[in-house]
């Protein structure tokens, strides 16, 4: 629920640029500014969050951030005169919020709940993170061609506090608050509970010391910028450009919502099956066949763009969306390999690469479409990225396994 809400937040904004350059008369850049703030805080404040969420408790730390979504669409909604508003609160609140609950959150959940099946559980929660991305989506363009701007956003906020309420009745932190064990776990002993010392640890320093430890591993650098462009061909091209980008080829905003939903849908067949193959076939291998596929299909989405949906722009959606958020349970085994107990932490930190990643996307992107007329160039952009990961992900496999006791 929490990660349903928190992903209904991410996509939004792709819906709502059009509405706000016409009524509010902001520029596209303006606009791509808060979002850019927003995807980087989006990733940044990630590492810090699971490190709070082992000194504080994952249901405090949840709600917290779902309490702060809430208010900030309230204010998105109500009190944004200018850009420079809509810059704070979509860029700082909500940017804030949203990086409280992702990936490394569903990996912190997964880490501290199972033993066993551990990528299968990854996969299942990411695919909740992109049900609400994507799924949300159709019901917000309705509405949006209802009503104006204002109610998409407001429904998020609602979403949320539905999501609060779900959180403190039933979330726990650990197998450990019910009296259980993770599943699969063999010892009597592992339930789950984080360590004495990372809740005795301030979260703050704990989060630098694993930053630092990372910056010194080269294998932390693969992942790190193989991530960034990730982002890059996902967040960034999809969340914030691919529903304008369709409005100037003369398709109506629930026709492209309609897509994004396909996405999404796929999204979650593509992520659970990725968590799968993860649990059995070697993570770096699955992740650089996923990236050359992902740059296949948006080296030809210029030429698929037309008006009205057609099978050509269904079939992009169903491939994309299989191949846009399968690279996440791979990459957390990696990190769950290379890194042990911190394994959260350095994911949160390559997770801060990839908004980078996002964030400058969304941005240029922005730019290049009011610079050129035209989003032809940024699809381009992505398929070259989708390709450089790939290359980056095959060299992987010459990165030196670390021994399982580490």
């Known amino acids: 629920?929490?990660?349903?809400?928190?992903?209904?937040?991410?996509?939004?904004?792709?819906?709502?640029?059009?509405?706000?350059?016409?009524?509010?008369?902001?520029?596209?850049?303006?606009?791509?500014?808060?979002?850019?703030?927003?995807?980087?805080?989006?990733?940044?404040?990630?590492?810090?969050?699971?490190?709070?969420?082992?000194?504080?408790?994952?249901?405090?730390?949840?709600?917290?951030?779902?309490?702060?979504l809430a208010v900030s669409s309230v204010l998105i909604a109500e009190l944004t005169p200018s850009?420079?508003?809509?810059?704070?609160?979509w860029g700082l609140l909500v940017g804030i919020g949203t990086g409280s609950i992702t990936m490394v959150f569903g990996a912190t959940v997964a880490n501290r709940w199972f033993r066993e099946k551990i990528g299968l559980a990854t996969g299942v929660l990411t695919a909740a993170s992109v049900l609400g991305q994507f799924a949300m989506l159709p019901l917000l363009s309705v509405v949006l061609a209802q009503q104006d701007w204002r109610w998409p956003v407001l429904m998020c906020g609602g979403l949320a506090v539905l999501a609060l309420i779900g959180v403190l009745i039933f979330l726990r932190d650990s197998p450990a608050a019910v009296g259980a064990l993770r599943y699969g776990a063999a010892d009597s002993r592992d339930d789950g509970a984080p360590s004495a010392t990372s809740r005795s640890v301030n979260p703050f320093r704990r989060t630098i010391d694993a930053l630092r430890e990372c910056l010194r591993d080269s294998r932390f650098w693969v992942l790190a910028f193989m991530f960034a462009l990730c982002g890059a061909t996902t967040n960034g091209l999809m969340w914030s450009h691919f529903t304008p980008a369709a409005h100037d080829h003369g398709m109506a905003a629930t026709s492209a919502s309609g897509l994004l939903a396909i996405i999404g849908a796929t999204n979650i067949l593509g992520t659970v099956s990725a968590g799968w193959l993860s649990d059995r076939i070697e993570p770096r291998l699955l992740l650089a066949l996923f990236f050359l596929g992902r740059g296949l299909s948006l080296a030809v989405l210029p030429v698929l763009l037309v008006s009205d949906l057609n099978p050509s722009l269904v079939t992009f959606a169903v491939f994309f969306g299989i191949l846009d958020v399968a690279t996440v349970p791979p990459t957390l085994a990696l990190c769950r390999h290379y890194f042990g107990e911190n394994a959260a932490l350095a994911f949160g930190w390559v997770n801060v690469f990839h908004q980078f990643g996002a964030g400058a996307m969304g941005l240029v992107g922005g730019m290049i479409r009011e610079v050129g007329g035209s989003y032809t160039p940024v699809w381009i952009l992505g398929a070259v990225g989708c390709v450089l990961a790939a290359v980056l992900g095959a060299t992987t496999s010459r990165i030196h396994r670390v021994p399982a006791a580490r």
């Open 83 to 89: 850009v420079l508003w809509f810059v704070l609160w």
């Open 1 to 68: 629920m929490a990660l349903i809400a928190a992903g209904s937040f991410t996509t939004i904004a792709g819906l709502v640029t059009g509405p706000l350059v016409d009524t509010k008369g902001w520029g596209r850049t303006g606009i791509g500014a808060g979002v850019g703030i927003n995807m980087v805080l989006y990733g940044a404040v990630a590492p810090f969050t699971a490190a709070a969420m082992d000194r504080y408790g994952v249901r405090r730390v949840t709600a917290l951030a779902l309490l702060v």
